[in-house]
């Protein structure tokens, strides 16, 4: 036997649960019988064919066509209905109450000064908001007599964060937290990292099992990438710098999302090639932003603050052959995950980590994404903001270039604005412009409706000038791209 293999079966129970699988090091040192091995492949390939079929493969019910996943968050969000949009109004008002105790009064040792810990002077205020906005949009669709203020209330702001976003963000966090752990302890992750890691390490400085966290998010959730992505770091799967890149480039709209900015731009008969297209270019995107700042100067240490090694990095490379590298991981990974204890003990730490901080999360979700749709539709900032992308634009010979410009800087507030925007200004804008505008918007992952406060509020150590930096880092980079595939797609 090499010497440092550990020989799994033959620890005792104590030093079997001691066994940290998540570290790539320790996963390829460790050494299996072949009945145990063979045990380990049907494991795997069960709970990864139930992954994949609840994450990724897209079914029709009732006429809608989604994940299982969406389906049933979808199934939740109308099971609720209006009594939906009213607990988020008492949950909401209830954390914006509490918050100004905790923030601005509680003793830093007490509960609610622990709670509010690290937030801002001004989270407050943001949360005071959410809660304010959201009981007078229940008001309204609760009691007709009842007028609230168009700004607030309309299905330009609040008629469509509420539905679109928060009640499903009400669902999808809990939900997703269940069946996180079935995607990511069964050995599909790491199968699918030994394989992509030749690709992803040079061209992305990310590790082969990223890839996941950006399928999920395509075919899922944003919010759901950031989660899967948040619990490998705190396992110490990612490092800081790791964890910002994926949270910040591959945590990008789902299918759905895409599908609608899309329909918006009235490109909905070339959805495929655009999403595909957006999608490479998207890539693009990250193999540049993670070459500069502010991604370049973040600090490749894990959690645990020890700083990654070159030894490390070709530890998750691995030697031999890849596709056996990659099977045996999912082996042994799936082998040593499959007892009841451990998967109740992984989906209640998912569970406890994530609702801990879940009223937070969706008030500030809710508040910073009504926000920026308020700003979008009724102030000129983003007309404004649009001076930064015009003259990249012009030189380009975009047409309709200030349209597209204006459109384009409204994705700061959420995915669907640009198109939004883009569709309220004129009819008949180029197809090309249209182009440009989609595939942009599904590039800018980073954007306040959504990703924003959930990175923010989640511990993704980065910093929110960081993140409005990317945005237009993002946005930038990603406008020639869409300019050459406009004029090879159309």
């Given at each position: 036997m090499e010497q440092g293999m550990i020989k799994f079966e033959e620890l005792t129970q104590k030093e079997q649960l001691e066994v940290n699988a998540n570290d790539i090091t320790v996963l390829d040192r460790i050494e299996l019988s072949v009945r145990a091995n063979k045990i380990?492949?049907?494991?795997?390939?069960?709970?990864?064919?139930?992954?994949?079929?609840?994450?990724?493969?897209?079914?029709?019910?009732?006429?809608?066509?989604?994940i299982p996943f969406g389906h049933v968050v979808n199934f939740l969000v109308a099971l609720l209905g209006d009594a939906g949009v009213w607990a988020c109004a008492v949950v909401f008002s209830i954390v914006g109450i509490l918050s100004i105790y905790g923030v601005y009064f509680a003793k830093k040792d007490s509960g609610l000064g622990k709670y509010f810990?690290?937030?801002?002077?001004?989270?407050?205020?943001?949360?005071?908001?959410?809660g304010l906005y959201c009981t007078l949009y229940a008001l309204q669709i609760t009691i007709p007599e009842f007028q609230s203020p168009e700004i607030l209330v309309g299905s330009l702001t609040a008629g469509t964060i509420i539905p679109v976003v928060v009640l499903p963000g009400l669902w999808i966090i809990p939900v997703s937290c269940i069946f996180i752990p079935l995607l990511l302890n069964y050995g599909l992750v790491d199968a699918v990292g030994a394989l992509l890691e030749p690709?992803?390490?040079?061209?992305?400085?990310?590790?082969?099992?990223?890839?996941?966290?950006?399928?999920?998010?395509?075919?899922?959730?944003?919010?759901?990438?950031?989660?899967?992505?948040?619990?490998q770091f705190k396992k110490g799967m990612y490092t800081k710098k790791e964890a910002v890149i994926?949270?910040?480039?591959?945590?990008?709209?789902?299918?759905?999302?895409?599908?609608l900015a899309i329909r918006i731009a009235g490109l909905e008969d070339y959805f495929v090639v655009v999403y595909l297209s957006s999608l490479v270019i998207l890539v693009c995107v990250c193999a540049i932003t993670s070459r500069?700042?502010?991604?370049?100067?973040?600090?490749?240490?894990?959690?645990?603050?020890?700083?990654?090694?070159?030894?490390?990095?070709?530890?998750?490379?691995?030697?031999?052959n890849i596709f056996v590298r990659a099977i045996g991981?999912?082996?042994?990974?799936?082998?040593i995950s499959d007892r009841i204890s451990n998967l109740v003990r992984e989906v209640g730490l998912s569970v406890s980590s994530t609702l801990s901080v879940f009223p937070k999360i969706m008030?500030?979700?809710?508040?910073?994404?009504?926000i920026g749709l308020v700003v979008a539709h009724y102030t000129p900032i983003f007309e404004w903001m649009g001076y930064i992308f015009l003259p990249v634009l012009k030189v380009?010979?975009?047409?309709?270039?200030?349209?597209?410009?204006?459109?384009?800087?409204?994705?700061?507030?959420?995915?669907?604005?640009?198109?939004?925007?883009?569709?309220?200004?004129?009819?008949?804008?180029?197809?090309?412009?249209?182009?440009?505008?989609?595939?942009?918007?599904i590039c800018q992952v980073v954007f306040l409706a959504e990703t924003i406060p959930v990175i923010l509020t989640l511990g993704v150590p980065a910093k929110f000038w960081e993140l409005l930096l990317l945005f237009f880092e993002q946005t930038l980079i990603a406008i020639p791209f869409a300019v050459l595939f406009a004029s090879i797609l159309f």
């Open positions: 380990g492949l049907v494991k795997s390939l069960f709970y990864s064919a139930l992954s994949i079929f609840v994450f990724f493969i897209q079914i029709d019910i009732g006429g809608t066509r989604n810990d690290g937030d801002s002077k001004i989270h407050p205020i943001l949360y005071l908001f959410g690709l992803m390490r040079p061209l992305l400085k990310l590790p082969g099992r990223s890839a996941v966290n950006a399928i999920v998010s395509f075919v899922g959730s944003c919010t759901c990438g950031i989660l899967i992505t948040l619990s994926i949270a910040t480039s591959f945590s990008a709209v789902s299918v759905g999302c895409a599908n500069i700042p502010p991604l370049m100067g973040k600090p490749s240490v894990y959690i645990d603050e020890h700083v990654q090694t070159k030894e490390e990095i070709l530890a998750q490379r691995g030697s031999g991981r999912a082996q042994k990974k799936a082998y008030t500030l979700l809710a508040s910073i994404g009504m380009l010979g975009v047409e309709d270039a200030s349209i597209v410009a204006t459109s384009l800087a409204a994705g700061i507030g959420d995915m669907t604005l640009p198109t939004s925007v883009m569709a309220s200004f004129a009819q008949g804008i180029a197809t090309e412009s249209r182009y440009i505008v989609a595939s942009v918007s």
